[in-house]
């Protein structure tokens, strides 16, 4: 779910699997005071790694790039 989203039906906590392969709003969410959990889960990280190498055409279009 996008940061702007959370924000907007102020979700108070969000827990994220693993923040290497993307950075998205954390500071953002920190700053209007949502709690955020970064799990720094191996098997996420794994499973991120992977999806952006395989499919980098769809990663690239979700992030808008």
Known sequence: ?????L????VPRVVIGE???WVGGEDLLKKHGVEVVV???PECKALMKRYIEEKPEDWNEDIGE
């Open 39 to 41: 799990l720094d889960d």
């Open 19 to 21: 923040n290497v392969n």
């Open 7 to 10: 924000l907007l039906y102020k």
């Open 1 to 5: 779910m996008c940061t702007g989203a």
